[in-house]
């Protein structure tokens, strides 16, 4: 008998003891699911020569189904521990909420709300009026919108303001946002036509004035985002654009992409003008995301001149992009911090995390791993070593932050193993490998991260 002919069938594994237990638990479909998951590793080993007896063990088997369905049953969407140290990463869920939002979601969640009532005047109200007035107090703005995402925002702004016109847009402004949001593609979809102007790494005011027609709809910047253009530059800055705005009577509308309330500048987060800045220099529509720099819930924040944001709120693409509640209460939670500096860097988790300092986080990463260490059996060795993080989010993309980073030992695992194993994890952790050493950096650990991180490592020295 080959090795591939020992392998049981389904229906026999099925009426194994061990199995019959777990159908009295799951879903009969769902055991077999299992069942064919293992049998085909157990194939993939046969045909390397990797298939030992001993895999064939009914009992060894039925507990690799067990673990199989387990795997199977668990909620697919799961916390995990960043030890990247990118702060604002998109793949794994970019800001943390404030600790303050949590009260907000539990009342809005799981209670009646007014979101669409007016108390005052006992009849129907809008959902977006619960943060308008706090949008316009904290930025300077006359009128406020939010949406589902920064995406929607930028769409229903061009569909809504400059549809079958022309859009005139810098070359070097074209960006492609992870995820397959490109400017251009929006643009076709919002119904406006694309009018490029100047050269990829430098455009002038004149160049917009040249290319202004009796069909020119609205003057678009946009935050450049993910990447830098440097050496040779030149763009225009938001509040020329908007003089000439002014007197060609065009709207002028910027995409900022991750959009700040506060001036990080203080603690080397430099570049960014915040959205007051473009507000101050009377571009018309000012769009942002509510999840990145702002340490938000996912949405899209639209600020700007009430003349501007009325056919917004009008446009019927408004219902299909709206907001929902919890994302408001979070939202609202998250800028209500805002109407204090102080409170707003202490407590809004990703602005804590980027402006820590060097010294925190040595401070930090030192305490981390005594802790650690006195859990953990001698076969872990924890390292603390200088590095430097990211702020992810499509914003600075050149910047690097000074920071403590954890390289991480466990036995004779390689750095592959490692990674490969804390992934696996049900409360997976991860890292990166940099230089043949695992690495967890220690800006983007939170508090909460630290026992899980002494089970796994524990579990994974065995
Ligand atoms: C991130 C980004 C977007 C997309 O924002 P989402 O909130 O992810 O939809 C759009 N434009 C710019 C410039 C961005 O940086």
Redesign the pocket.
């Known amino acids: 008998m080959t090795s591939l002919q020992r392998i049981p069938k389904v229906d026999k594994i099925l009426v194994w003891e061990g199995i019959q237990l777990l159908l009295s638990r799951h879903p009969r479909p769902a055991v077999i699911e299992a069942i064919r998951g293992v049998l085909d590793e157990l194939r993939t080993a046969a045909r390397t020569g990797l298939l030992q007896d001993a895999d064939l063990a009914p009992a060894v088997l039925a507990g690799r189904v067990a673990t199989e369905v387990e795997r199977l049953a668990a909620a697919s969407l799961r916390r995990v521990v960043n030890g990247t140290g990118v702060v604002i990463h998109?793949n794994l869920g970019r800001s943390l909420l404030a600790d303050s939002v949590h009260a907000a979601l539990d009342e809005i969640g799981f209670g009646y709300s007014n979101l669409e009532y007016d108390l005052e005047k006992g009849e129907r109200g809008s959902r977006y009026s619960h943060v308008e007035r706090l949008l316009c107090e904290l930025t300077g703005a006359e009128a406020a919108l939010v949406v589902?995402?920064?995406?929607?925002?930028?769409l229903l702004a061009l569909s809504a303001l400059a549809a079958g016109r022309e859009v005139i847009v810098s070359r070097g402004e074209l960006?492609e946002?992870g995820?397959s949001?490109r400017?251009p593609d929006v643009m076709r979809q919002g119904g406006a036509l694309l009018r490029e102007v100047g050269t990829t790494n430098r455009t002038h005011l004149r160049d917009y004035r040249g290319a202004v027609t009796g069909e020119t709809g609205l003057l678009l910047k946009?935050?450049?985002?993910?990447f830098a253009v440097v050496g040779f530059t030149a763009e225009v800055a938001a509040g020329d654009l908007v003089v000439l705005g002014r007197e060609l009577g065009l709207p002028v509308m910027a995409?900022?992409?991750?959009g700040c309330l506060v001036d990080l500048g203080r603690y080397g987060i430099c570049g960014e003008p915040t959205v007051q800045e473009f507000v101050a220099a009377g571009v018309d529509v000012v769009?942002?995301?509510?999840?990145?720099l702002l340490g938000g819930p996912?949405?899209?924040i639209i600020v700007g001149r009430s003349s501007c944001i009325a056919p917004l709120k009008s446009h019927p693409l408004l219902r299909a992009l709206r907001i929902d509640k919890l994302t408001l209460a979070a939202l609202e939670g998250t800028l209500r911090l805002y109407r204090d500096e102080r409170q707003a860097l202490a407590e809004i988790p990703t602005l804590r995390m980027l402006t820590a300092s060097a010294d925190e986080l040595k401070t930090r990463g030192r305490r981390i791993v005594r802790r650690l260490c006195r859990e953990l059996p001698a076969s872990v060795t924890l390292t603390p070593l200088a590095g430097v993080s990211q702020v992810g989010?499509?914003?600075y993309p050149l910047l690097e932050l000074v920071t403590t980073l954890i390289a991480v030992e466990v036995g004779q695992l390689s750095p592959q193993e490692l990674e490969l194993q804390l992934r696996r994890l049900t409360v997976p952790v991860l890292g990166r490998i940099h230089k043949g050493r695992f690495l967890l950096d220690v800006r983007t650990i939170q508090e909460r991260d630290l026992p899980l991180l002494a089970t796994a490592l524990a579990e994974l020295a065995g």
């Open positions: 998109t589902n995402n920064n995406a929607a925002a930028v960006v946002i995820g949001f400017i946009v935050h450049s985002s993910n995409d900022i992409g991750s769009t942002f995301s509510g999840d990145k996912q949405a899209g989010g499509g914003a």
